[in-house]
RNA sequence: GGUCGCUUAGCUCAGCUGGUAGAGCGCUACGUUCACAUCGUAGAUGUCGCAGGUUCGAGUCCUGCAGCGACCACCA
């Protein structure tokens, strides 16, 4: 059976089989009563759902491994570990996707009305949607597809009703009229995490504004005392500035009084309804109550005192525009000045405004504004300004702060208990460092604008009546319950498209129902996402768990990076510099993409692929799948047919190296479990990957390669025969969780000693965490004297050129204890990895190639015939010195008497024992040198 | 402006609780030894951003500086 391996992994071959299995065996499903009747421990991961319009990326294939990873050793663990899987109806997202198809037949969502394009969206979703989790099965996630949820699905869309009534009886979730970001393209407010500020450079441009006659005597006395230095808020501004027409109160040449305004925004000057100063700055103070005539309008507007002002930036004046500016809406409240909107929807102006603007694009009505307040002289100056710039996430619009009738999530209660379940502990991040930013989020968190002038998507549950009555239910209405009116209007609104993804730890499970599934899964425990959406989503999955369930909805946050390009750039479609993880798994296999991402995967830091170069950036994934089939080839034809013994029967015919390799094994499970643990998966990856192809491959397998052969004796082969089906099978179990096809392939095909138990599938092999592994510490000694020789001998060959084929003789000497004994018993294994001839306990004499072991024993080979003497005594001369640097720093620590008495013994004593060393072989190499130099004189 | 993080071999990065540095790729040399050339063997490469400090001893802790990045807030 086992020679029809191929030589190379070809893993088009076998991954989709091995997937094929999983899912007929049932392997990725867990039920209830798993854990409520079994009494199995849950262990539960919800995917963070991606877009249902969504395509595989990158992106997906790190998170989704590292999920997986997680979920496969747990599983194994004998944990009931279930990942839900599921997608995002991911409102504007979507939307826009069907409006841009739309636009492509030149339609627009209006020319179909709103049923026809939910209709319409919905065909495509069933058409194309849902794409993104079969492009998941590729990379072999074994998610429980059973459990498949959308958060459309009317069960779901029960939850988002439940929470929304609950809500808003609580008062925490309310209507009004604020200013909200808006984006003019997709004509809907956005959340303000939705608001993406880009750093742009920009201009401020400063603008004057004429006072009104009446005021003209109360600027002379608020311009004396300014500038007899008496008022407090000195300008700090030279006289230029002031000449300029920069500072905030001026008589120009005209004899007219003129105010300083500024702005990033000149079209908003349309729709000001003041200017604001503040009410402790003197200069200004006899101003206000006093007007201005506002430029373009014609219209007069007072100025007013608000605390908001910041009297140290520009001029200490700040025209007020409170439909198109947050904080003007607020000083506008606080001081009653009038609310003037002045754009539409689509942010062109609106009939508010004066003829030759109403109409206008806001951009081009800002070139026309500047263009006209320059032509009446009212221009006083520009300054290029770098401010950050809102834009919509999704279509990069520049978004307009605009006024609007929305419904806000009061989030202050809500986000007490999140707060608190991270001080506590009850929720630890990873890394770290991430606890701080989302205190810091948590403790200024604003109310969340949750409605959306969208289509698609759960819609507000309210209705409006004509009698005036607003009806908020958890089932449609039939008819007003105050007027008995069958003539309710629902509000139009959907909700945020986050809305329903914070309720996807438990909405998955069918809440608000008490089910099995929510009895045995809620809470969750660990939460994989990307740090950027923190905010969206994470806190408030948390504030929700809270809210409706009294505890978090998992404990522990895993967030990992983002993986870029060679040049560290974010992948993008945009940029083009995207993988396709489906291309990656089928040029070089599954396996080869998850090893290369879990390797690369370590906490907190970025991975990045080179999209230009794809092969080499997965060559090391390639190459470890491979490198593991193949030695898995080798294993099954060298095994060969007959049954192999339990390894607890052959226990006495063990030699080095099996004891040795079993060692490693042991050590090898106990590292990876800690570094799982702790969500170090690059670390666990790394250390399987040396102890797979160094300790396994290189070593044992070279090792044992005479003792499987024909020629063998006995009980060696048995004994190599056990040992080395115990390792694979435990082999093939640890590195399972993070390639899992390769593994599973070629653990089925694996012999199984007599008499022992074989778990049905890998996939649910017991974890072996290496509490309870054969360890010897002894085999791990004598193992590493073998390695060190084997590697002196090949460098001393290496470096004297000495044939291939030549066998040499060896002398060891000084050899600690059992040394001699272990390579004796090695002599055939030595004569394979290193070329020897013999290994001979008499030290060496004359003229031969030296070297020092890392047990201290001392190696000699008598090389009269191949080698330089010069060469040598110079290599010698340099290893002396090399030895005495090491000596005197030694010494010198020593000699210190603050060490000796400060540093810890053990640490003091090791000090000691490696200046002796030291010493002693410093002595050996200067006989040898001498004996050199006289034997070439 | 605030907060956080990063700066280690040519490249991408590891280095947990302080004891004179590691991996992968790349590079050099040799090798068609019958599992694997997607391989093997051996080798080269680092004043661990700069300046101070704590310590017997500092990539590892503290302070300052410089450069880079992220997040939050925005001053009109």
């Given at each position: 059976m086992s020679h029809e391996l191929a030589p190379r992994l070809d893993p088009r071959t076998i991954e989709p089989a091995r997937y094929r299995a999983w899912q007929e065996g049932g392997y990725f499903h867990v039920p209830a009563s798993a854990v409520l009747e079994d009494g199995r421990e849950p262990y539960v991961i919800v995917i963070p759902?991606?877009?249902?319009?969504a395509r595989l990326h990158m992106g997906h294939g790190l998170n989704n491994t590292v999920q997986d990873v997680l979920i496969r050793w747990r599983r194994m663990q004998g944990r009931a570990a279930l990942w839900v899987p599921g997608t995002d109806h991911a409102g504007i997202a979507t939307q826009n996707v069907v409006e841009r198809q739309l636009a492509a037949e030149g339609l627009h969502r209006d020319d179909l009305g709103r049923e026809k394009f939910v209709e319409r969206v919905w065909s495509f979703v069933h058409q194309t949607g849902g794409v993104i989790l079969d492009q998941l099965k590729a990379i072999g996630a074994s998610c429980d597809w059973e459990r498949t949820r959308f958060t459309l699905d009317p069960e779901l869309t029960r939850a988002v009703r439940e929470v929304f009534v609950h809500l808003y009886e609580k008062d925490l979730i309310y209507r009004g009229e604020y200013i909200i970001n808006w984006c003019p393209r997709c004509l809907t407010a956005l959340s303000n995490e939705e608001a993406e500020g880009a750093e742009t450079v920009g201009a401020l441009w400063h603008f004057r504004y004429p006072l009104a006659e009446e005021a003209y005597e109360a600027a002379e006395i608020a311009h004396a005392a300014w500038e007899g230095g008496e008022?407090?808020?000195?300008?700090?501004?030279?006289d230029e500035d002031v000449a300029a027409g920069t500072t905030g109160l001026n008589r120009l040449e005209d004899g007219r009084w003129y105010v300083t305004v500024s702005t990033?925004?000149?079209?908003t000057m349309l729709g000001d309804t003041g200017v604001a100063v503040h009410p402790e700055d003197d200069r200004y103070r006899t101003l206000v109550g006093a007007e201005v005539e506002l430029p373009l309008t014609g219209r007069r507007i007072p100025i007013v005192a608000d605390?908001?002002?910041?009297?140290?930036?520009?001029?200490?004046?700040v025209k007020v525009t409170p439909a198109h500016d947050v904080n003007d809406f607020e000083i506008a409240g606080r001081t009653g000045l009038d609310i003037l909107d002045v754009m539409n929807s689509d942010a062109t102006l609106n009939d508010e405004v004066p003829e030759p603007f109403a109409g206008l694009d806001r951009f081009e009505a800002r070139d026309r504004v500047l263009a006209a307040l320059d032509a009446l002289g009212l221009l006083a100056g520009k300054e290029e300004h770098t401010h950050s710039v809102p834009r919509c996430y999704r279509c990069d619009t520049v978004v307009e702060p605009r006024l609007s009738d929305q419904w806000f999530v009061r989030m202050k209660p809500l986000a007490e208990p999140a707060l608190e379940a991270v001080r506590d502990g009850s929720i630890s991040f990873t890394?770290?460092?991430w606890q701080k930013v989302y205190e810091h989020w948590m403790e200024n968190i604003r109310d969340w604008?949750?409605?959306?002038?969208?289509?698609?998507?759960h819609r507000i549950p309210v209705w409006y009546c004509e009698c005036g009555e607003v009806v908020v239910a958890r089932e449609d209405p039939?008819?007003?319950?105050?007027?008995?009116?069958?003539a309710l209007e629902q509000d139009p609104d959907v909700l945020d498209t986050w809305f329903s993804s914070q309720l996807w730890p438990f909405s998955v499970f069918g809440w608000p129902e008490q089910t099995d599934d929510l009895k045995a899964f809620?809470?969750?425990h660990a939460m994989v996402t990307a740090p950027e959406i923190l905010f969206f989503w994470v806190a408030r999955m948390v504030m929700m768990g809270y809210e409706f369930?009294?505890?978090?909805?998992?404990s522990q946050i895993y967030l990992h990076g983002t993986v870029r390009d060679a040049q560290g750039r974010k992948m993008s479609k945009s940029l083009g510099n995207g993988i396709d993880p489906l291309e990656v798994v089928h040029e070089f296999g599954a396996d080869a993409m998850r090893y290369t991402i879990v390797s690369q995967c370590a906490v907190g830091t970025d991975i990045s692929l080179d999209h230009e170069d794809v092969e080499a950036a997965f060559a090391n994934g390639r190459n470890f799948a491979n490198k593991i089939w193949n030695a898995g080839r080798f294993a099954l034809l060298s095994l060969g047919e007959g049954p192999v013994r339990p390894l607890s029967e052959v226990e006495d015919a063990l030699e080095l190296e099996d004891r040795w390799i079993l060692t490693r094994t042991t050590i090898a499970g106990r590292t990876a479990t800690r570094a799982l643990e702790r969500f170090r998966l690059h670390d666990a990856a790394e250390g399987l990957y040396h102890y797979f192809w160094?300790?396994?491959?290189?070593?044992y397998l070279e090792l044992v390669k005479g003792r499987?052969?024909?020629?063998?004796d006995d009980a060696s082969r048995e004994a190599a025969r056990s040992t080395l089906v115990t390792v694979l099978d435990r082999a093939f179990r640890l590195l399972h969780p993070v390639v899992p096809f390769v593994t599973a392939e070629l653990w089925t095909r694996l012999p199984w000693p007599e008499g022992a138990d074989r778990p049905e599938d890998l996939i649910v092999a017991?974890?072996?965490?290496?509490?309870d592994g054969f360890e010897d510490a002894d085999a791990e000694r004598g193992m590493r004297d073998v390695q060190s020789l084997v590697v002196e001998v090949r460098r001393l060959r290496k470096e004297y050129g000495i044939p291939e084929g030549e066998r040499i003789t060896v002398h060891v000497t000084?050899?600690?204890?059992?040394l001699m004994d272990a390579l004796a018993a090695q002599a055939t294994a030595l004569e394979r990895l290193a070329r020897i001839g013999r290994v001979a306990p008499a030290p060496g004499e004359g003229v031969g190639a030296h070297a020092v072991l890392e047990s201290g024993a001392e190696l000699f080979v008598p090389l009269e015939d191949v080698i330089d003497i010069s060469r040598e005594a110079g290599r010698l001369r340099d290893e002396i010195g090399r030895l005495e640097g090491q000596l005197e720093s030694t010494h010198g620590r020593l000699a210190n008497e603050k060490f000796t008495s400060n540093a810890p013994a053990d640490v003091v004593q090791k000090e000691r024992d490696k200046a002796q060393q030291l010493e002693e072989q410093g002595a050996k190499l200067r006989e040898k040198l001498a004996g050199l130099e006289a034997g070439r004189s």
């Open positions: 759902p991606p877009n249902v319009t008022a407090s808020h000195a300008d700090t501004r030279g990033t925004r000149p079209e605390a908001h002002v910041d009297p140290s930036f520009g001029s200490g004046m890394p770290p460092h604008c949750i409605s959306r002038q969208l289509w698609w998507g039939e008819a007003c319950p105050k007027c008995g009116s069958a809620y809470p969750g369930h009294g505890k978090a909805p998992f160094g300790d396994v491959c290189d070593w499987l052969g024909p020629d063998a017991p974890w072996p965490d290496g509490v000084g050899a600690a204890a059992g």
